[in-house]
């Protein structure tokens, strides 16, 4: 099945007065057997690094294949995605040969799948190249359910509502972002691991003492002031919380998605 999306797509600051805006148009085609899951994170994976202008499906040479890719205009790499179930094997291989200043970005569907993956990557060589991005559990087989041949999609990136009171912003939770209408989640956590196995939960200045799953060691929590994020050395719209929504329009009627964007960590 062919898929063509009229994509405009926003990032937001709470400092910045005007949202950068960027259009497009995208056509993907589904490879034989492919979910549409699969689609709809490759669609995801697309908006978030909009700026790389990467392309999707396309070898540049090497033994693997990546879900999206991005080129310089001499033919470096820029930007590798995987998206969904990746085999440690090519992880490790893929880690090893982007090298260190490549943004090497594996998309999963929900929390819990990303962390999965991240306690499975504890030995291979760099898993400090392996950032791993997830979303509400729902949404991307949500967006997958609403996807049809010929789509207008409106999508914002910004901070997440919950962790703007967490890092003196001022601004409150809206209960109208969350991806469930009326139910007020839990900021997400991210765990990250250092060599000695301790994790810690980085939320919305709420405590926490409770492990992460499957780790040993303490556990503290911070805001995002206090951390050293990806962000500066990949690209803006991606950050340890992010929140993303979507207005999906197409013959199937109009869809309003919304869900928080976390990083996980081997």
Same mark, same amino acid.
Request: hydrophobic share 40%; with cysteine.
């Given at each position: 099945?062919?898929?063509?999306?009229?994509?405009?797509?926003?990032?937001?600051?709470?400092?910045?007065?005007?949202?950068?805006?960027?259009?497009?148009?995208?056509?993907?085609?589904?490879?034989?057997?492919?979910?549409?899951?699969?689609?709809?994170?490759?669609?995801?994976?697309?908006?978030?690094?909009?700026?790389?202008?990467?392309?999707?499906?396309?070898?540049?040479?090497?033994?693997?294949?990546?879900?999206?890719?991005?080129?310089?205009?001499?033919?470096?790499?820029?930007?590798?995605?995987?998206?969904?179930?990746?085999?440690?094997?090519?992880?490790?291989?893929?880690?090893?040969?982007?090298?260190?200043?490549?943004?090497?970005?594996?998309?999963?569907?929900?929390?819990?799948?990303?962390?999965?993956?991240?306690?499975?990557?504890?030995?291979?060589?760099?898993?400090?190249?392996?950032?791993?991005?997830?979303?509400?559990?729902?949404?991307?087989?949500?967006?997958?359910?609403?996807?049809?041949?010929?789509?207008?999609?409106?999508?914002?990136?910004?901070?997440?509502?919950?962790?703007?009171?967490?890092?003196?912003?001022?601004?409150?939770?809206?209960?109208?972002?969350?991806?469930?209408?009326?139910?007020?989640?839990?900021?997400?956590?991210?765990?990250?691991?250092?060599?000695?196995?301790?994790? $810690? =939960?980085?939320?919305? +200045?709420?405590? %926490?003492? &409770? @492990?992460?799953? !499957? $780790? =040993?060691?303490?556990? +503290?929590?911070? %805001?995002? &002031? @206090?951390?050293? !994020?990806? =962000?500066?050395?990949?690209?803006?719209?991606?950050?340890?919380?992010?929140?993303?929504?979507?207005?999906?329009?197409?013959?199937?009627?109009?869809?309003?998605?919304?869900?928080?964007?976390?990083?996980?960590?081997?």
């Amino acid at each position: 099945m062919k898929y063509t999306l009229n994509i405009t797509r926003k990032l937001l600051a709470p400092d910045a007065p005007d949202a950068l805006e960027m259009r497009t148009k995208l056509v993907l085609r589904a490879a034989p057997g492919e979910v549409t899951w699969h689609i709809a994170l490759k669609v995801l994976g697309y908006l978030l690094f909009m700026e790389y202008e990467p392309r999707i499906e396309e070898g540049i040479g090497w033994h693997y294949k990546p879900d999206l890719v991005s080129l310089d205009a001499e033919g470096r790499l820029r930007l590798w995605i995987d998206c969904g179930n990746i085999a440690v094997r090519k992880i490790d291989r893929v880690a090893q040969k982007v090298g260190a200043h490549v943004p090497f970005i594996i998309l999963r569907r929900t929390q819990r799948d990303a962390l999965l993956l991240a306690q499975s990557l504890g030995r291979m060589r760099f898993p400090e190249r392996v950032h791993i991005l997830s979303f509400d559990k729902g949404f991307v087989d949500a967006l997958a359910g609403a996807l049809d041949a010929t789509n207008h999609i409106r999508a914002a990136i910004g901070p997440h509502p919950e962790m703007l009171s967490g890092i003196g912003l001022g601004a409150q939770p809206d209960e109208h972002m969350h991806h469930k209408a009326g139910h007020k989640q839990k900021p997400p956590a991210v765990h990250t691991a250092g060599a000695t196995g301790t994790s $810690r =939960t980085l939320r919305a +200045s709420r405590p %926490d003492t &409770t @492990d992460s799953p !499957g $780790r =040993t060691g303490t556990t +503290s929590t911070t %805001d995002m &002031t @206090d951390m050293t !994020g990806i =962000t500066g050395a990949m690209h803006p719209a991606v950050s340890q919380l992010r929140h993303i929504t979507l207005h999906l329009e197409n013959r199937k009627g109009d869809n309003a998605l919304a869900s928080a964007i976390t990083l996980q960590q081997p």
